[in-house]
């Protein structure tokens, strides 16, 4: 039997109001261990991972050097993998939460593939909620699946890329060989209070200068591909789900054409008459 590592980083819980007490407790139980690196914070974040009171958590209380930008989360990410003692890691990120159902198939598929040295990673399926928690956003700028299991051989040299959205291989980069599974991961970060989104906004002033940050932009615009969700959320999010829900509700902008989305609309019904994603940034390489 395979044993695994779970790691995942946060800071600033409280003002971000990421669901990592749901995140954390989505892997704890396919989980042998589970590393979070708690950055810093001008709230009680430490505290709030410390109330979880779980004895396969450990805590790595650190300063994250922020004039790295968006490479710091990767810099962090990094950290808490180095501390993983098991051959396998699964990794989740602060704003998601991995359903029960996917918990065991994630868990089966490591076991499963764990003597396929081809194997370096596996995949989840996402579903990125946006606006509110009855609502999903399914065009081609939206990541249909992402590396959330990775072995931790140090000799593979596997890494976080960037900003820690996936994992590439080597000093060259090499996109991970990954292997497909049928868990879901829940994305609730475009799906947070208004107050937590608005946060977000002034974060990614420094961040992420790049982005635009004009405040005349409605914080949650209107995108094609939107479609309702009519499935269940993970039981770890339940409440967390059912707390915001309310609030949430009608958040996103008018709609407006914009001559950008037409490449969504396009590639959109491609997938749904071939089932193929024209055009994805993808991470890995499916093996």
């Keep these: 039997m395979v044993r695994v590592s779970g790691f995942t980083i946060v800071r600033n819980a409280f003002r971000y109001d990421f669901p990592v007490v749901e995140s954390i407790r989505s892997i704890l139980p396919v989980c042998d261990e589970v590393i979070v690196n708690v950055g810093k914070s001008d709230d009680d974040t430490l505290g709030l991972i410390r109330s979880i009171d779980d004895p396969k958590i450990r805590i790595l209380e650190t300063e ?5 930008r968006n490479y710091v989360l990767g810099d962090e990410t990094l950290r808490a993998m180095r501390a993983c003692r098991h051959p396998w890691g699964i990794y989740i990120q ?3 939460v991995l359903h029960e159902t996917g918990a065991a198939a994630l868990a089966s598929a490591i076991q499963a593939n764990d003597a396929d040295r081809r194997v370096e990673g ?5 579903l990125h909620f946006y ?11 939206w990541y249909s699946r992402e590396v959330r299991a990775v072995r931790l051989d140090p000799a593979l040299e596997i890494h976080p890329y960037q ?9 060259d980069n090499r996109r991970i060989r990954a292997r497909r599974t049928t868990a879901n991961m829940f994305h609730y970060g475009w799906a947070r209070p208004t107050e937590a989104l608005d946060a977000k906004r002034d974060l990614g002033k420094t961040m992420y ?6 405040p005349s932009v409605p914080l949650i ?7 309702p969700f009519t499935g269940t959320h993970p039981v770890t999010a339940i409440q967390w789900v059912d707390a915001r829900r309310a609030a949430a509700a009608g958040r996103i902008g008018p709609r407006k054409f914009e001559w950008k989305f037409v490449r969504y609309v396009l590639s ?3 997938e749904r008459v071939t089932g193929v994603r024209l055009f994805e940034f993808r991470n890995y390489r499916v093996v």
Excluded: K
């Design 209 to 214: 200068p790049w982005r635009n940050t004009d």
């Design 64 to 68: 994250w050097d922020m004039s790295r």
């Design 221 to 227: 615009p209107w995108i094609p591909g939107l479609r």
């Design 131 to 141: 606006g509110g928690l009855d609502t999903v956003a399914r065009n081609r700028r």
């Design 268 to 270: 959109d019904q491609i």
């Design 94 to 96: 602060a704003d998601e």
């Design 163 to 171: 900003g820690a959205q996936g994992f590439r291989v080597g000093p």
């Design 122 to 126: 596996l995949l989840v399926n996402y």
